[in-house]
């Protein structure tokens, strides 16, 4: 990648930038400027993947850097909810689509916040849903953000697809839970993500435990992990164990993930991110 890459392929004229080497990708706004951008994928639904990206923005926004949210779950939106966003609030005028922003400062696109009402179900089949996907890259002015996460849904199908060919991937967080078919599960997204020539951050395995809140002992209700040898198997880092917190439950619930506890694993793992992407 160029030194200073402004993801716009179009005017790029850097001869070693590996993004040259597959297909080309879309061109962002002519008014928007993104440093990395991080993908967030699992192989099935309900494993944590929105809570993780949301808690991964949180972190990096904390630490100070300026944080996008492009939520590509567009049938499953749940990031508008973690952050107490209300349908209507992603505005746009001739030249593009404006974000929402969370009370933090995170800058917000998903189809829920232009919905007149989040309740609307999307009937749309896979074409017209990662065309969205697409135009929620190219036409939203993301502005001066450091780090874009992308919220796709779960599994390797259009979607997933057209965000690695289409948007400048710098890497891809995986997550899993430990009653899945772990090793397959990141197997595909591996597999994917190398095809498409995007490195993989690491592993975050979510809902790995709950704390007994008299003792404090780990009981493992899915069964004992596996995530560390998946993690060796593959060469990959494990960023983080996150358990079953209904602390974090009550937050998503209220819309109030900002507020979260400083001390959470996905701190770390930002940090760990921040430094692999820099
Ligand atoms: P996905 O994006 O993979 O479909 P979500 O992030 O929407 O999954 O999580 C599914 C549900 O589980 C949500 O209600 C979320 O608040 C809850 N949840 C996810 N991770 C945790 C956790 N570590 N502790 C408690 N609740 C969680």
């Known amino acids: ?5 402004t993801h716009d392929c179009g005017s790029c004229s850097s001869a070693d930038c590996s993004s040259r080497k597959g297909p080309q990708k879309d061109k962002i706004h002519e008014k928007s400027k993104i440093g990395k951008i991080i993908g967030v994928v699992s192989g099935k639904g309900g494993v944590g993947k929105s809570m993780v990206t949301s808690l991964l923005a949180v972190a990096l926004n904390r630490a100070g850097y300026r944080v996008g949210i492009l939520d590509a779950d567009i049938t499953g939106p749940s990031i508008p909810k973690a952050f107490g966003l209300k349908s209507g609030t992603v505005e746009g005028d001739q030249d593009g689509l404006y974000p929402a922003r969370t009370p933090g400062g995170i800058d917000v696109v998903s189809l829920n916040l232009l919905l007149p009402d989040e309740a609307s179900p999307v009937i749309w089949r896979g074409p017209i ?23 796709c849904p779960p ?11 289409s948007f400048k991937v710098d890497g891809v967080v995986i997550v899993s839970s430990p009653q899945e078919l772990v090793s397959m599960i990141v197997k595909k997204a591996a597999n994917m993500a190398n095809m498409m020539d995007v490195p993989v951050l690491g592993l975050v395995e979510n809902m790995s435990f709950v704390r007994c809140p008299d003792c404090g002992k780990e009981i493992h209700i899915f069964g004992e992990s596996h ?3 998946i993690a060796k198997e593959f060469g990959y880092p494990l960023l983080a164990k996150m358990p079953i917190d209904p602390a974090l439950a009550v937050l998503v619930d209220a819309g109030k993930i900002e507020q979260v506890e400083k001390d959470q694993p996905m701190t770390a793992a930002a940090a760990s991110i921040v430094a692999a992407l820099s």
């Not at 990648?1 to 890459?5: G, K, S």
């Not at 849903?129 to 919220?151: P, S």
């Not at 599994?155 to 060919?165: A, K």
């Open 155 to 165: 599994g390797t199908g259009d979607v997933p697809l057209t965000v690695f060919q």
């Open 227 to 229: 995530i560390e040898e």
């Open 129 to 151: 849903i990662a065309g969205t996907v697409k135009q929620f890259y190219t036409e939203v002015v993301w502005d001066n953000i450091d780090y874009l996460i992308v919220d």
């Open 1 to 5: 990648m160029a030194e200073e890459c």
